[in-house]
């Protein structure tokens, strides 16, 4: 079984709505979607990782989420990354401090448009899914072949063998 672990940042004694709706929504995505990608292979790993001291660099990584795959050799990195999100911070009025001081919210612009503090759902949908794939590239096809030489139908005799292995599917 391969284990896809999403990791949501947080910062100690600091919980804005933003932070929990986060937190929240992974949970949800988890729920509904863990059944269905364990007959796949893959099991769904979540952690809460708390930042102890209260810097500039750690309330910038607060609310991010990353994911990573040793299977799919995929080192832990922050979803806004591989989903290539543009990342940017808006003012959060329960954004502060346990001393009071202000501080801006990650902020993406979802996929219908709308900028979101919170990450929704399907931001986790389209990472988790993209690293499903990843890790499927190069296996052993039930053809004898790997996706790097068998490119699209594993015995259909018209297409034949192409050397591009984007043709080739494992679903």
């Not at 930042?51 to 991010?64: E, G, I, K, R, Y």
């Not at 543009?86 to 448009?113: A, I, S, V």
């Not at 053809?143 to 030489?149: F, I, K, R, T, Y």
Request: net charge negative.
């Amino acid at each position: 079984m391969k284990t896809i672990t999403l990791t949501h940042y947080t910062v100690k004694d600091i919980n804005p709505t933003p932070w929990t709706k986060t937190w929240d929504n992974m949970m949800k995505f988890g729920e509904r979607m863990a059944p269905k990608l364990a007959p796949l292979g893959f099991k769904l790993r979540f952690r809460k990782m708390i930042m102890d001291d209260v810097t500039q660099d750690n309330l910038m990584a607060a609310n991010m989420v990353t994911i990573e795959c040793a299977e799919a050799e995929l080192p832990e990195t922050p979803i806004e990354n591989m989903l290539t999100l543009e990342l940017d911070y808006t003012e959060c009025p329960e954004c502060r401090t346990p001393e009071g001081q202000e501080f801006p919210c990650r902020t993406f612009t979802d996929f219908n448009g709308e900028a979101c503090q919170a990450l929704p759902e399907e931001f986790f949908m389209e990472a988790v899914l993209r690293t499903a794939f990843k890790s499927q590239q190069g296996r052993e096809c039930h053809c004898g072949e790997s996706c790097d030489s068998c490119a699209s139908g594993c015995g259909d005799e018209e297409i034949g063998r192409r050397a591009d292995a984007r043709w080739h599917k494992h679903f």
